[in-house]
């Protein structure tokens, strides 16, 4: 089984950018679909972006979309968020998810990190 740990959050000012990074230690990458989902405080924990466990597909949410790049590294064993163009509703814990199942989907699998505060404020 995969460990993921994030990492990369802070304090950015809207319009900023941040690059989080999920480190990924066990088995290979390419046994996964890998995720990002994001918790902002009072809401529930929603996807963010994915990547299949071949690299060739990616999805994002529709509030990401265009602004955001999820990408990975297989021998860095890491994957990684870059945020462009930060709102303040992108404030939130953002997760590493893995996800061993057959299709990519935007449940997210069983495998989580620790997540990392991303807040984005004047």
């Known amino acids: 089984q995969v460990q993921l740990v994030e990492s990369g959050g802070g304090l950015v000012l809207p319009g900023g950018s941040l690059r989080l990074s999920c480190a990924a230690s066990g088995r290979s990458l390419t046994t996964y679909h890998m995720g990002w989902f994001r918790q902002a405080p009072g809401k529930e924990r929603e996807f963010v972006a994915s990547?299949?466990?071949?690299?060739?597909?990616?999805d994002y949410a529709d509030s990401v979309k265009g602004r955001f790049t999820i990408s990975r590294d297989i021998t860095k064993r890491t994957v990684y968020l870059q945020m462009n163009s930060l709102k303040p509703e992108d404030t939130a814990v953002y997760y590493c998810?893995?996800?061993?199942?057959?299709?990519?989907?935007?449940?997210?699998?069983?495998?989580w990190g620790q997540g990392t505060q991303v807040t984005v404020s004047p």
């Open positions: 998810n893995a996800d061993s199942r057959l299709a990519m989907t935007r449940r997210g699998g069983a495998i």
């Open positions: 990547i299949s466990r071949s690299g060739g597909s990616t």
